[in-house]
């Protein structure tokens, strides 16, 4: 990905030279704005010099903070020469209260003779904060030669429950959340589907080809090529400089001639418009429900977080990923779990080995240092384990990736460290240890993960 432009450089910049300017001995200037204040002053009421001295001050003060709102007014997005680039998406859809994406997207396949035409299938992702989600997911099965089945599904919650339909809109399943679990899957939604839906994977590089009308705004487009098994990918997406947010996205797949074939288009971005309830509520009274799905449970009080995995290796050698938690801009907490390592002779296993743990974005692999912070040394129970780059850098958008090689497999599954609003983070950690770990173990707090990853980013050795 590219970064337009760095502003808090250009800001440092204006704020030094604002001040100098403001701090020059300059006793003309000086004594015009005296006069000048003088000349205004009824006769009747001299002024004392401590009135004087408290008008000089003020005045100061008041040069100041027009200095000050000029910069901070250069700096907003309501000027012209300020722009959000690409590079800015996923930290602007992090902050927006809602938004939705609606498009398209292309299934290509052949006979075994021939390619026949694409199968277009819709896709939505929609979030309102905190806590309500909707998004379509579709399932394909490929049979050599013959059209591919697909199976739609919307996954849909409400902060209280959430509920799997099918294409025709048949209630599937149906089971309450808590809050904190309709938070947790929210921000997956949010942070990690409609990441990859504008930007595609994290290893994708961007860069910007020129301007274009877009629905009546002027957008920044960037090009973008995405490599892959099956060939390359090439990904063009229009951003609203303004405000640093998606307006239109067009992905294709480069054939051989030069030519585009369509993959996939998001054709409708709603950001921050009001969304009705009823878009992420399932109405049991108004739809049917398919032969056989057991009505929601009433009453049922459900777990304050679901532990199942988010990602398997699918191995008996293998490992498992609950989630990963933004703990600092350089510090992530990734939940996992693996299978019980080959203990050597008079020692103890190694939990890590054959466990290579690295960040990845559009620019490189980047080496992480790694810290227990709790080992369970157990196959079935969650290990925690702290990461900051090896670098010193921040983590920025890269995703955190776990690699394992086993005798018989190497595997290799990434998450995507969520940000939450600090109390909420507080929270989730407080569940997350009560849900998981023993009830004797210490108190993991996030000032002491913040604390922990501070040094580790540092090079020195956590307690």
Not at 338 to 356: F, M, V
Request: glycine residues 6%.
């Amino acid at each position: 990905m590219t970064l337009d432009r760095n502003p808090d450089g250009e800001l440092d910049d204006l704020l030094r030279v604002t001040y100098v300017e403001l701090r020059q001995p300059r006793p003309e200037q000086r004594q015009a704005v005296l006069d000048a204040l003088a000349s205004v002053r009824p006769a009747a009421r001299p002024v004392s010099r401590f009135n004087r001295i408290h008008w000089q001050r003020w005045t100061l003060v008041a040069v100041c903070l027009l200095a000050l709102l000029a910069v901070w007014s250069w700096r907003t997005p309501s000027r012209d020469d300020f722009a959000y680039g690409i590079d800015d998406v996923p930290q602007r859809l992090a902050e927006v209260q809602s938004f939705r994406l609606r498009g398209w997207q292309w299934i290509p396949w052949d006979n075994g003779k021939k390619k026949q035409p694409p199968l277009c299938v819709p896709m939505e992702i929609t979030v309102q904060r905190p806590g309500k989600f909707r998004y379509t997911n579709a399932g394909m099965t490929f049979q050599q030669g013959q059209k591919p089945i697909i199976r739609l599904h919307v996954i849909l919650c409400d902060g209280k429950h959430q509920w799997t339909l099918d294409g025709d809109n048949k209630l599937e399943r149906a089971h309450p959340v808590s809050r904190l679990d309709a938070l947790l899957r929210t921000e997956e939604v949010a942070q990690i589907a409609a990441r990859f839906a504008v930007l595609g994977p994290p290893d994708a590089h961007y860069r910007r080809i020129g301007r274009e009308e877009q629905n009546g705004r002027s957008c920044d487009l960037y090009e973008g090529r995405l490599p892959g098994a099956g060939g390359t990918a090439v990904s063009r997406v229009w951003i609203d400089p303004k405000d640093g947010l998606p307006v239109r996205v067009v992905r294709g797949q480069l054939e051989v001639d030069g030519t585009l074939s369509p993959s996939f288009e998001l054709t409708d971005v709603a950001i921050n418009v009001p969304l009705p309830d009823e878009l992420f509520r399932f109405d049991d009274s108004v739809h049917p429900h398919v032969v056989g799905t057991p009505a929601l449970p009433k009453d049922t009080e459900p777990p304050v977080l679901d532990l199942a995995p988010t990602m398997r290796s699918g191995y008996d050698e293998g490992f498992d990923l609950w989630h990963a938690l933004r703990i600092s801009d350089k510090a992530a907490l990734i939940i996992w779990r693996r299978s019980a390592p080959t203990a050597k002779t008079d020692a103890p296993p190694d939990w890590l080995s054959g466990i290579i743990m690295f960040a990845s974005d559009s620019h490189e692999e980047r080496e992480l240092r790694h810290h227990w912070v709790h080992q369970s040394d157990a196959a079935d129970h969650w290990s925690w384990s702290l990461v900051v780059p090896a670098d010193g850098k921040p983590l920025g958008h890269a995703d955190i990736f776990l690699r394992m090689r086993a005798p018989n497999s190497l595997t290799t599954l990434g998450l995507t460290p969520l940000g939450f609003q600090e109390n909420d983070l507080r929270e989730l950690l407080r569940a997350a240890q009560s849900s998981m770990l023993p009830s004797n173990s210490a108190d993991i707090s996030l000032p002491y993960l913040q604390a922990v990853g501070s040094k580790l980013a540092s090079g020195a050795s956590p307690p």
